[in-house]
């Protein structure tokens, strides 16, 4: 099993972003690799995750 293989595997169940940034600082992992693993999060994605209310600062 390649590094790769097992990264794909793991993500994110047990191996966090941290330990995938780590493979690809060690050349273990391209980026190109990380991109797969990990995909990108657009801003239209994330716009939606922190509004609607009900949390505690929204007083």
Known sequence: M???EM????YPRLWG???IDAL???GR???AERALIIPAVS???TSGA???GG???AE
């Open 7 to 10: 990264a794909k595997r793991y």
């Open 2 to 4: 390649t590094v790769f």
């Open 24 to 26: 690809v600082a060690a």
């Open 50 to 52: 922190d509004s609607g």
């Open 17 to 19: 972003t941290e330990r």
């Open 55 to 57: 949390g505690q600062d």
């Open 29 to 31: 992992l391209t980026e």
């Open 43 to 45: 801003d239209s994605d």
